[in-house]
């Protein structure tokens, strides 16, 4: 039955992908405007597949430099040899989503632009449904991917391709084993995922936000022109940093959260089964097919978004909501049968609703502090009264504020799930739980990552209206949704963010489960030694400091390597974790810096040099100031994620099991909060500035409007640079940590 039942993953996902190639035909079907505005899109497409192509020529030397050690492990024996295999296969597929998404996005803003000139309505659905495209995609080939992989390597065990003894081969115990294998090799899969997802963010965001501080400080500040005016060098490059970071680095970075929710669940359900001595494939297909449910919710979720001409803002964002609630109401009633037909516990249902509830709870929260409906980006744009320098102090204040009942969130968020899986009583059941609150949180991403992408395309849509010279209510159109994008994207930040802790909760339980599966693995000679702990295969074991494999469970491998409080190793951990956050953002900001720097530069450059660019009649190096931001991308983006990589390899070498551990959570803990701190007054100093272009506090052009500015330009690495690249940072530290824990456990560390 539950061979069956795992069908609708793979089924679910083909669906998706369908459905993204439909509405992909019915975007390109519309009209994409005159003869400017198809010029106009023209340049943008062609800046950002330059760019793309660049960033992945880079990003294929890491990867074979990292296939390359992943294979050489496996051939000494403490590597799997499809791991490598997988490695490839998650950055591929992440890298395929990021370039058909930015392809379908790029395509779509001059058709918004096009829809806009007839009504609000039309622009909102084309740029939704590319958005959706978006959406469709990442869940389509991330569950279709994971699905493939997963029924290979069960034909190639079942096979005994990989050579497992024959005596073994059909028994219950094989099976179960066989399932932790295999969700151990697709760990790796998500360690593609997650590199190529960090290349995606750090450079896409180096690249939009040199473009737009370049664009802003001297087009708006010192030049007086309006946003996206053509006249502005820097606009062509705003544009495409917009569809490289907004779209193509947040594809990347929920593509990697959603492989990972489902495949660490996936493995902490082979290590649950095997401690209970129960059949583990549906506890290992679920999370698959709870991932499958979601997307299917997500289809109907996305037909119900739509609006009217002349609509507020406050109804085009109940629109988008109708939407997600839907489809989040669709998976509980879905997994509701599950349920009743005996598919599910109760426990587990549960741990879904609150990852849901959870993941609600947070894109509200996040909106309060972010929108300009609400006081706290009010105060913020009213703290402009005083200057640039209260109204930053103001926004990083409303930042640190936001952690608060966030955090809090979360925590119930995760304490509720382990509970309600049965943590109290045991605690892999618990664990397991946690995962499944990260996959019911993510179960909705194919409507969540449309609400999200849509804002791009908008943003790109009123620059094409303003370049081409639409008519003002085209511009009020585009405008209307680029707003609502702008909320739409800060609570996407935030939804990221919540599955980014949750998941990383799960990847760290799976590391644990991952130690054991290799000490079980090392010792089955009759004994292997870790830093002078002795773990055997015979019993009754009566010498010192030996344990015999059979009673290894997640909580003796915290007993035993000392994963707690007194251990150095472990404090030690922790206070790298916290510090390689602080670290990581700061190298990310100072590479937004020095690239807009550069870029101001070239338009003040420009400005001097060519004065009839004001008049109309010299045009634009617009190529110039999109291979800046494109040159700045690919040098900056190489240290942070080498230091991602590296690190807990390091770590674990020097400070053992318990310094990972320590590591991760420390990662995990402050990661989390300064993460929510970047994006949440980065969004509230981006809507400030839009809250006084409204007409509040003066309007545009007033002293209020340049110190939003200043505000909005401080933000705009906070929001779309750093922050964002924290997410990542804490799963693929862990991941990392994962993939390299059988190194780990053959070697030892120097700290005992």
Known sequence: MFASIWLIAPSSALIALITALVLTRMINSTSEGTARMKEIAGYVKEGAMAYLIRQYKVVVIVFAILFLILGFLSLKGIQNPFVPFAFLSGGLWSGVCGYLGM????????????????????????????????????????????????????????????????????TPDFENQKLLIITTILLTYCMGASVLALFSRVGGGIFTKAADVGADLVGKVEAGIPEDDPRNPAVIADNVGDNVGDVAGMGADLYESYSGSILATASLGASLAISLSEPALSYVIMPMVVAGVGILASLVGIFFVRTTEGASQKQLLQSLLRGTLIASALVVGSLFLFYQAGLITGGILGAIIIGLVTGTLIGQVTEYYTSDHYRPTQKIAEASNSGAATLILQGIATGMLSTGILVLIVVAGIILSYVSAGGLYAINNGIYGIGFAAIGMLSTLGITLATDAFGPIADNAGGNAEMAQLPPEVRERTDALDSLGNTTAATGKGFAMGSAALTALALIAAYLETIRHWITLLAQDGMHTVNGIHFTTTLPVYSPNTYYIGELSIGTIVSIFKVNAINPGFLAGIFIGAMIVFVFSALTIIAVRNAASEMVDEVRRQFKALPGIMAGTDKPDYARCVDISTASAQKAMMLPAILAILTPIIVGFCFGIAGVVGLLMGTLSTGFSLAILLNNAGGAWDNAKKYIEKGALGGKGSDNHKAAVIGDTCGDPFKDTSGPSINILLKLMTIVSI??????????????
């Not at 569950?143 to 073994?168: E, H, Q, R, V």
């Open 103 to 170: 392809k379908t996005a790029t395509n779509a803003s001059a058709r918004t632009a096009a829809a806009c000139r007839d009504s609000l309505a039309g622009g909102l659905r084309i740029s939704f449904r590319a958005g959706a495209v978006m959406g469709l995609i990442v869940v389509g080939f991330g569950l279709l991917d994971i699905s493939i992989w997963f029924f290979g390597l069960n034909w190639a065990y079942d096979a005994n391709i990989a050579g497992i003894s024959n005596s073994i081969i059909g």
């Open 739 to 752: 993939v390299f824990a059988g190194l780990l456990v053959s070697t030892g560390s120097l700290l005992p």
